[in-house]
């Protein structure tokens, strides 16, 4: 279960990482750490659900100080902005394409 949550905590390392920065990285979130992400089940990911996504993804010796405030409001709103919809939350094709070399399109 540690091995899991530690490489779905990597992967989002990174995808969140290149989301932020504008990367269009090749690799898309796996089906895995979006149902992870997605507590209440409903199939989309509010901002609540993105937040915890978020803090997931980095080590809790890093969450702490205002640069990470920043990071972490910045990558909230990257995410966040990938709402295509407009309905307030993301669906996993939303995150996907946000991810993917489609993103930002």
Known sequence: ?????????????LATGGCALGARPAA???AAVFAASDRDHDGMLDRQEIAAM???AFPPERRQ??????LRAGLIAGYAAQDRDGD???SRDELVRALSSEGGR
């Open 28 to 30: 898309v979130i796996s």
């Open 54 to 56: 978020v803090d997931a």
């Open 1 to 13: 279960m540690m091995r899991r949550r530690h490489a779905a905590g990597l992967a989002l390392a």
């Open 88 to 90: 307030g939350r993301l």
């Open 65 to 70: 100080g205002s640069g990470w405030d920043a």
